[in-house]
């Protein structure tokens, strides 16, 4: 079974490349994110116990979520398998873990199944420009007070990138399993570097720089 961790800053394109990776190496996505806006949307318990948490961009508690996880992995119940176990050839972490809190559970749960995470994959963004995407958004929209929001949502969700969750990179970067990628690359190359790194397959040799 192999284990990737995502990382990297919010909008810095997790899930879209995580979607298209889950496409070409059957590995299966879980999208903590995803799967908490179901339960605010299937207006479950969790649901409406979130549903403030997820709409400031603050963390949900790490109890809640690392139940969650534990479900898929031992597969007792993964929302995002729908009972039938797909995770079983591995699957590619997109928002989990976010605190250190959550990645020595993840190391705890896996070993369980006698299992690891392989890598962490560091997707690399310019924040300023992240910001700028939002902002363009909203001018587009036309709706000023929505777009205030969106803008100090992703204020919110950065702040708490760099606080909670960027503590993490130290944890994995002592197991030296942190790999890192230029998410500032078009779509497509970002996708097949993932890939290259995943299938563990030989890149292409870096053209010496030219120290002139
Ligand atoms: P992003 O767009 O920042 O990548 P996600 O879709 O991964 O966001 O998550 C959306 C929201 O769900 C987060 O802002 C947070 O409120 C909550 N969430 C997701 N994963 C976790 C987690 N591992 N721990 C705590 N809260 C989480």
């Not at 928002?95 to 605190?99: D, N, V």
């Not at 230029?182 to 078009?186: A, N, R």
């Given at each position: 079974m192999k284990v990737v961790v995502l990382f990297?800053?919010?909008?810095?394109?997790k899930g879209t490349q995580a979607k298209r990776i889950e496409e070409r190496t059957g590995l299966k996505h879980l999208s903590t994110g995803e799967m908490l806006r179901a339960e605010v949307e299937a207006g479950s318990e969790i649901g409406k116990q979130i549903a403030g948490t997820l709409a400031q961009g603050s963390l949900v508690p790490d109890d809640m979520i690392i139940n969650l996880i534990e479900g898929c992995i031992t597969g007792r119940k993964c929302p995002q398998c729908h009972g039938v176990d797909s995770c079983r050839k591995g699957f590619i972490l997109d928002?989990?873990?976010?605190?250190i809190r959550q990645a020595e559970a993840l190391e705890s749960l896996l070993a369980v199944q006698g299992g690891a995470v392989d890598s962490v994959i560091l997707l690399e963004v310019d924040e300023n420009i992240l910001a700028e995407r939002i902002r363009t958004r909203v001018l587009e929209s036309g709706d000023s007070r929505r777009a205030d929001d969106s803008v100090e949502t992703l204020k919110n969700r950065l702040r708490i990138y760099h606080k909670q969750?960027?503590?993490?990179l130290p944890f994995y970067e002592a197991r030296d399993m942190v790999v890192r990628v230029?998410?500032?690359?078009?779509i497509d190359d970002v996708t097949e570097e993932l890939n290259d790194i995943i299938t563990e397959k030989p890149r292409a040799p870096r053209a010496a720089s030219c120290a002139c």
């Open positions: 990297g800053a919010p909008g810095a394109g928002g989990f873990p976010r605190t969750t960027e503590p993490i230029d998410g500032m690359k078009p």
